[in-house]
């Protein structure tokens, strides 16, 4: 499963993933929106490799949230390609960690951006990072 999930790096992880019809527009070019499912499984499988469960949080009532996302498209990715998200880690905070991601293609940078999650409880208030999630950053 781990390669499914892709794989750690020193700071950070990278996952593989190609570009579907379904994800493309009528020019056969990765519609804008998709870009924000690729980066959601880069970060989503990037806490699955570090122990962080979504399942497991729930059942203690929290979860993260996307609070803010920069994105800057510098060029299209189209059917068939094989993307590279790459998810690093910039700063973790009490209740939010914030991320570079990148989605590449034969080394050539795509989209680059900077995304802030947070940790929130069931009726959606910022809640204390459980010290064993923080603990994996470190």
Do not use: W
């Given at each position: 499963m781990t390669e499914?999930?892709?794989?750690?790096?020193?700071?950070?992880?990278?996952?593989?993933?190609?570009?579907?019809?379904?994800?493309?527009?009528?020019?056969?070019?990765?519609?804008?929106?998709?870009?924000?499912?690729?980066?959601?499984?880069?970060?989503?499988?990037?806490?699955?490799?570090?122990?962080?469960?979504h399942r497991e949080?729930?059942?203690?009532?929290?979860?993260?949230?996307?609070?803010?996302?920069?994105?800057?498209?510098?060029?299209?990715?189209?059917?068939?390609?094989?993307?590279?998200?790459?998810?690093?880690?910039?700063?973790?905070?009490?209740?939010?960690?914030?991320?570079?991601?990148?989605?590449?293609?034969?080394?050539?940078?795509?989209?680059?951006?900077?995304?802030?999650?947070?940790?929130?409880?069931?009726?959606?208030?910022?809640a204390r990072m459980?010290?064993?999630?923080?603990?994996?950053?470190?």
């Amino acid at each position: 499963m781990t390669e499914l999930a892709g794989h750690l790096m020193d700071k950070g992880h990278e996952l593989v993933q190609r570009v579907y019809f379904e994800d493309t527009d009528f020019s056969g070019r990765v519609y804008h929106a998709r870009y924000l499912h690729f980066l959601e499984r880069g970060r989503s499988d990037y806490l699955r490799l570090l122990g962080v469960h979504h399942r497991e949080l729930a059942d203690e009532g929290l979860a993260f949230v996307v609070r803010h996302m920069e994105l800057d498209f510098l060029a299209p990715a189209a059917i068939d390609d094989e993307l590279m998200i790459v998810s690093t880690p910039l700063r973790i905070g009490n209740a939010s960690i914030v991320l570079e991601q990148s989605i590449q293609c034969e080394g050539r940078r795509l989209v680059a951006a900077e995304v802030k999650v947070a940790l929130v409880d069931g009726a959606g208030k910022p809640a204390r990072m459980p010290a064993a999630v923080k603990a994996v950053f470190d």
